[in-house]
C-alpha cells in the first residue's frame, strides 16, 4: 500500500516540566470524534483529520463500555480499524530517542470483536509485534526506539484474514538520560555494546515500598506497579515511606524515575536480628533468547543501619552488584537518588528473579534496600522484540545443532578417540588425587572462596574421603571422644593446620537413619546463620553416615545447666544463650519461603562455642513447614521425650508453635537448673514442667529456681523470663506466642537485667563518692588545696 503522511497541523503540546520541552510529542485517541484531555495532556481525535490520515479502509468503533484501566478510560472508547497494510510517517523534529506507546482494549461494538483481531506492527526496521492478539482488557505496549531519519514510519500489517485496530497511540521525544549507555553485562567487567542500533520494550516497571505510581505522577506518564504482589516472602521485608527525604540538589532528575519511586523502598527485615542473614527476592515472567536491560533505583531514605548501608544484588543464579556500597556512590549523603544499569541474558527459563541481600563484608550491618527496578528488553540480531521470532531462531539452532550431530555420529572413529582420551584424562586426575591423599595433602578439604569474613568454616558442605576423616580423628579414636547421642558418637577432628571440628559418626544403619543423615545434610546446606551449627562437610564412603561440623568449643547449654561439674552460668549468660537460640529458631521459622520446624529443640542440641555463643544443631528430624494456605503438616510423631508438644503427640498436626512449646521446656531447664525428667526427686517433682507450672501460675518463682542463681536474684528481669516460658507451654497452640514474639519478651528481659545492672553500679559510685567527701570535706572545701593534701586525706579515708 502507499505510504501516506501522518500530518497534524497542531502546536505541540508542552511538557509540564521546565527542564524538558518534548520537540515531538503526538498523542492520539484514535477513532475519536473529539479531543480527550488526560490529565493535563491532551489527546487529539484522529477522526477530525480524517481526510489526511487515509488508510485502505477507514474505519471507526465505539464502545459503551468503560473498562478499568491505569490511563483514562475514555481513551478506549473508541478504535480505530485497518483491515489493510497501513503505514503512518510522524515527522520529526529530532533525530533522537523516542517512546512509542500503543493502545489497546480489545471490545465488542455492533460490527467488530476487536479480540479477534490478530496483526503485526513494526516501526522502522524493528518489529514490535508479530502475529499479535490483544488480551482481555485493557493493555499498553510500550517502546523506545532511536530514529535516525526525519520520519517515523509506523506499520500495521493484519494477519491473513484478520484486521488491526489501535485506541490510542503516544509518540514523544526522550531526555537523553533516560537511555542506558555502554551497560556493562552481568558477570563481566566489559562494557556492553551500547544499544543505540536496538529497540527496547519496557517489559516492567516497578515501584517498591508497595506503593503503585500512577502516570499522573510522572514526567513521562509511565506507570510503575506495585512490588507486593512479585514478592516471594513478604515477612522479610519492611515496606518504608518518605517522600520528603528525597534529595534534589545532586543534579536529580525526574525523568530517571519520579519523587515518589525514590520516595518509598522495600528493605531487608533485619532489625528483629542484626545477626540474620537472608535475601528478598522479587519475581518477574520474561521471553527466552533475549538480552534484557536491568536498571535499579537506590534512595536511602531513612537509613537506621549503624554503619554504612553496603548490601548484594543478585539476578538469577548471578550476581549483579557485589558488595553495593550506596552510601559511598551517594557520598552519605541521605535521601540522595542513584541508579545503575546492567544486562543479562535470559536463555532457558521464562522468569527472571531480583534479589537484595545482606553482604558478607566485615562489620556491615545485614541491610539491604531497593526503591525501584525497570526491566527492558533489548532486539534480537534480527531486529525483533516479539518472542516468536526469538523461538524460530532457538528451534533454527536447535535444528542445525541436530544435523551437526548426525554428522559427528557419522564419524565414529573419532568418538572412540574422544571417549579414550576422556578416559585417560580420569584416570591420570584420579591416580593423582589418591598419591596425594597417600602423602598426607589435604586437597580433599577446600574452603570456599565465598564463605563469610566472619566464619573459618564453609557455607555448603563437601563431600570428605574416609581417610581424610580417619587421619583427623585418629581413627575415631576414644580419647578424642568428645559426646554420643541417639545417632552416634561425635569425636573431635583436626587438621594439619590446627583447625578443629566435630565429627559425628551414625552408628544406625536403618533405613531411617540414612533418611536422618541425608535430611540434616540437605537442611544444613540451605541455612547460614550466625546462631546455627554450620555444616562443614559429609562423608557417605562404605555406608558411612559421617557429618562434619564446625567445633563448639563448650559443649551443650544441658551440660552448663546439670549432671556435670563445669562451671555453672550467671543469669546474664542464661538469658544471652536463650537469646541466641530463639534467634536461630525464629531464622528458621520465617528465613525462608516455606518455615523449617527443627522437632527436636532441647537443651542437648543447644551449643556453645568458645565465646558462650549459642548455636542451634542437630537437624536429623526437621521437617519443611505447611503451604501458605495451610495450617499445619501431618506428619509421623518424632521428637524427645519430656520436649514433645503435647498437641502435636495428640494429633500429629506439626506447626512453628510446637518449636516454640519444647523451647518454652528449655527455658524452663535453664532458669530451674535441673532435668525434664529426675526420677530420683519427689513424685510431685519428677515432671520439670508440671513441677515448674504449677508454682509458676502462683507467681512463686522462688520455689523453682536454679540454687546457683539465688544469690543474683533479678526479681523483674526472671518473672518476665518465667511469664513468657509459662506462655509457650499453653496446651492449645493457638494461645503460644510465635518464636518472633519470644525473641522480643527474652530482649525485653535481658534490657531489664542490664537496666538493673547499671542502676546498681551508679548507686554504688555514688556511695562511693559521698564516703570519699564525707572523709575529705565538702567539695567547697578542696578550693585551694594541694592535691598532695587530697590524696593523702583519700588514702587516710580508704585505711580507716
Not at 643 to 667: C, I, N
Amino acid at each position: 500500500m502507499k505510504i501516506h503522511t501522518f500530518l497534524l497541523f497542531i502546536s505541540i503540546l508542552k511538557c509540564t516540566c521546565q527542564e524538558f520541552d518534548p520537540p515531538d510529542n503526538y498523542l492520539i485517541d484514535c477513532g475519536s470524534t473529539e479531543n480527550t484531555r488526560v490529565d493535563d495532556r491532551l489527546f487529539l481525535a484522529d477522526n477530525l483529520n480524517s481526510s489526511i490520515l487515509s488508510t485502505p479502509e477507514i474505519i471507526f468503533v465505539k464502545t459503551s463500555d468503560s473498562p478499568s484501566s491505569i490511563y483514562n478510560s475514555s481513551l478506549y472508547k473508541t478504535a480505530r480499524i485497518l483491515n489493510g497494510s497501513s503505514n503512518y510517517s510522524f515527522p520529526m523534529k529530532q533525530r533522537d530517542w523516542h517512546l512509542i506507546r500503543l493502545h489497546f482494549f480489545s471490545f465488542v461494538s455492533e460490527t467488530f470483536d476487536l479480540s479477534s483481531a490478530k496483526f503485526s506492527v513494526s516501526a522502522q526496521k524493528f518489529i514490535l509485534l508479530k502475529s499479535f492478539r490483544p488480551p482481555h482488557g485493557p493493555v499498553v505496549k510500550e517502546y523506545s526506539v532511536n530514529v535516525t531519519t526525519d520520519n517515523l514510519v509506523l506499520t500495521f500489517t493484519p494477519s491473513p484474514g484478520s484486521f488491526a485496530f489501535l485506541n490510542a497511540l503516544e509518540i514523544i521525544s526522550l531526555p537523553g538520560q533516560v537511555i542506558p549507555d555502554g551497560t556493562p553485562a552481568v558477570n563481566s567487567q566489559q562494557p556492553y555494546t551500547s544499544v543505540e542500533t536496538q529497540a527496547l520494550e519496557t517489559v516492567w516497571r516497578v515501584n517498591m515500598g508497595n506503593e503503585t505510581v500512577f502516570p499522573r505522577n510522572d514526567k513521562l506518564s509511565r506507570y510503575w506497579l506495585s512490588d507486593r504482589e512479585r514478592l516471594i516472602n513478604s515477612n522479610l521485608v519492611e515496606f518504608v515511606s518518605n517522600v520528603q527525604a528525597v534529595n534534589e540538589t545532586r543534579g536529580y532528575s525526574e525523568f530517571i524515575a519520579p519523587r515518589s519511586v525514590y520516595g518509598t523502598a522495600t528493605k531487608l527485615h533485619s532489625q528483629p536480628d542484626p545477626n540474620t542473614i537472608i535475601n528478598v527476592t522479587w519475581s518477574f515472567g520474561v521471553d527466552t533468547g533475549f538480552d534484557y536491560v536491568i536498571r535499579f533505583h537506590f534512595c536511602d531514605i531513612g537509613n537506621r543501619s549503624p554503619g554504612p548501608l553496603i548490601f548484594n544484588v543478585f539476578l538469577n543464579s548471578g550476581v549483579a552488584l557485589r558488595d553495593l556500597d550506596l552510601s559511598s556512590k551517594t557520598s552519605n549523603v541521605l535521601g540522595a537518588p542513584y541508579y545503575v544499569d546492567v544486562i543479562t541474558r535470559i536463555n532457558d527459563i521464562h522468569n527472571l528473579s531480583v534479589s537484595i541481600g545482606s553482604s558478607s563484608v566485615k562489620n556491615a550491618y545485614p541491610d539491604g534496600i531497593l526503591n525501584g527496578l525497570e526491566i527492558i528488553k533489548i532486539s534480537n540480531s534480527k531486529g525483533s522484540l516479539d518472542p516468536a521470532d526469538a523461538e524460530a531462531q532457538t528451534t533454527k539452532r536447535a535444528s542445525k545443532t541436530k544435523v551437526w550431530l548426525i554428522v559427528g555420529l557419522a564419524i565414529g572413529s573419532l568418538l572412540i578417540f574422544i571417549v579414550l582420551a576422556f578416559l585417560l584424562v580420569v584416570m591420570i586426575r584420579r591416580r593423582r588425587r589418591d598419591n596425594a591423599v597417600h602423602s598426607g595433602e589435604d586437597h580433599s578439604i577446600i574452603m570456599n572462596r565465598e564463605s563469610s569474613e566472619n566464619s573459618k568454616y564453609p557455607q555448603i558442605g563437601y563431600r570428605f574421603p574416609l581417610m581424610a576423616v580417619q587421619e583427623a580423628t585418629d581413627n575415631f579414636s576414644e580419647n578424642l571422644l568428645i559426646g554420643i547421642g541417639g545417632f552416634g558418637k561425635v569425636y573431635e577432628g583436626s587438621l594439619k593446620d590446627n583447625t578443629t571440628f566435630a565429627v559425628k559418626r551414625g552408628i544406625c544403619q536403618s533405613q531411617q537413619g540414612h533418611k536422618d543423615f541425608r535430611n540434616e545434610i540437605e537442611m544444613l546446606s540451605q541455612f547460614r546463620h550466625r546462631h546455627l551449627v554450620s555444616l562443614i562437610g559429609y562423608c557417605d564412603e562404605k555406608d558411612e553416615m559421617i557429618i562434619i561440623y564446625e567445633y563448639m568449643e563448650n559443649g551443650t547449654l544441658r551440660d552448663h545447666l546439670y549432671g556435670t561439674n563445669l562451671p555453672k552460668l550467671n543469669w546474664k549468660q542464661r538469658l544471652e544463650i536463650c537469646i541466641g537460640s530463639a534467634r536461630g529458631i525464629h531464622y528458621l521459622h520465617t528465613g525462608s519461603a516455606k518455615a523449617i520446624i527443627h522437632r527436636d529443640v532441647k537443651s542437648a542440641n543447644i551449643l556453645l562455642d568458645e565465646n558462650m555463643m549459642a548455636k542451634v544443631g542437630d537437624f536429623g528430624i526437621s521437617k519443611t513447614g505447611p503451604e501458605i494456605d495451610q495450617t499445619h503438616v501431618s506428619t509421623a510423631v518424632k521428637g524427645s521425650f519430656g520436649y514433645l508438644d503435647p498437641e502435636y503427640l495428640a494429633t500429629r498436626k506439626l506447626t512453628e508453635k510446637s518449636d516454640v512449646y519444647s523451647f518454652g521446656v528449655v527455658m524452663l531447664e535453664v532458669i530451674c537448673g535441673r532435668p525434664v525428667i529426675d526420677p530420683s526427686l519427689p513424685r510431685e517433682m519428677v515432671n520439670l514442667i508440671e513441677w515448674a507450672l504449677k508454682w509458676l501460675s502462683r507467681g512463686r518463682l522462688d520455689k523453682i529456681l536454679d540454687p546457683h542463681l539465688v544469690d543474683e536474684i533479678e526479681q523483674e528481669s526472671m518473672q518476665k523470663f518465667g511469664e513468657t516460658a509459662e506462655k509457650c507451654l499453653a496446651e492449645q497452640v493457638g494461645d503460644r506466642p510465635s518464636m518472633g514474639d519470644v525473641l522480643w519478651n527474652l530482649e525485653n528481659a535481658l534490657q531489664i537485667l542490664e537496666n538493673h545492672q547499671r542502676l546498681k553500679e551508679r548507686n554504688e559510685v555514688e556511695q562511693s563518692v559521698s564516703i570519699a567527701q564525707y572523709s575529705m570535706g565538702s567539695l567547697g572545701d578542696l578550693e585551694n588545696v594541694p592535691m598532695s593534701k587530697v590524696f593523702s586525706k583519700m588514702v587516710k579515708a580508704e585505711i580507716s
